[in-house]
């Protein structure tokens, strides 16, 4: 919550600015605060849900795509000082929720009086007991206690596959607009422009699918299943990208399906192996 409002101070800081210098100061902040944020909301979902993290991480990436959408649209209708206004109040809102939240679920008590517990309170505390046993019992061996860290060479593994898995998201999404003006496949900047948002939308798109896809299937079948359409889908952009408008709306969302899920899915599968996230 800290660097979510200290996220929200420096984007409304940027709307009032206009030194480019200090833009780019204002930026490398903005970066360092959501780089936290991202790394601390990746850790505290296993911490809470254990083995079954797969469609909360799916879910979580989702909005990630859905700011994707509604950032250049919110640009477009408020212009760009009102939209990081805006944005800005915004980031301040999960600390204020989550401040009244606690005040409401634990009021502030002068003094507890240990001699006025009831029966029924005695009651409640034994069945929730057995409801917790209950819970281990039906675990099994499948229980976080029984899983192992991820090993050093595994995390460095992972780290390889991000860096190609970053590049690759970035590098279509922002470039895929130059590519379809410079391939001749058309001349218009509104239309590359478009080209482009098919491609967040499709991410979006996808992730919302996969949110409900990782309840049935494992995260090893799903990632292999998205890696499998990265590779066709880059096929087609190589063979057919150039070729018109519509072989280049085709492939951004293709491409956009097929990276859609990638990045939780590489942070859950090392559960499908028996190490703890």
């Not at 944020?37 to 879910?59: H, K, S, Y």
């Not at 477009?76 to 109040?89: C, D, E, K, P, S």
């Not at 029924?120 to 675990?139: C, G, N, R, W």
């Not at 491609?199 to 890696?227: C, E, K, N, Q």
């Amino acid at each position: 919550c800290i660097f979510t409002v200290f996220i929200g101070i420096v984007t409304a800081i940027v709307g009032f600015n206009t030194d480019y210098q200090h833009y780019l100061f204002l930026t490398v902040l903005q970066g360092i605060g959501y780089g936290v944020v991202d790394t601390f909301g990746n850790c505290l979902l296993p911490e809470l849900w254990g083995i079954r993290v797969q469609p909360w991480m799916q879910a979580l990436h989702l909005f990630y795509g859905v700011g994707a959408i509604f950032g250049p649209l919110l640009i477009g209708y408020m212009g760009f000082q009102m939209t990081y206004h805006a944005i800005g109040l915004i980031s301040a809102l999960p600390l204020i929720s989550m401040v009244i939240f606690r005040m409401m679920q634990h009021p502030p008590q002068s003094k507890i009086d240990y001699k006025a517990l009831t029966t029924a309170d005695e009651e409640s505390s034994q069945a929730s007991t057995e409801i917790e046993v209950f819970e281990e019992d039906e675990l099994g061996d499948d229980d976080e206690a029984t899983r192992v860290p991820v090993t050093i060479p595994l995390r460095v593994l992972i780290a390889i596959f991000y860096f190609i898995y970053g590049g690759t998201e970035s590098s279509f999404g922002g470039w895929i607009s130059v590519y379809a003006m410079n391939s001749g496949a058309t001349s218009d900047p509104s239309t590359a422009a478009y080209i482009a948002t098919v491609f967040w939308l499709s991410l979006t798109i996808g992730r919302i699918v996969a949110v409900f896809t990782a309840i049935y299937f494992s995260a090893t079948f799903m990632l292999r299943f998205h890696l499998t359409m990265t590779i066709i889908a880059s096929i087609l952009l190589l063979l057919f990208g150039h070729l018109s408008v519509a072989s280049c709306y085709l492939v951004s969302a293709s491409m956009g399906l097929a990276v859609s899920a990638v990045y939780p899915l590489a942070m859950t599968i090392v559960t499908d192996y028996g190490y703890t996230m």
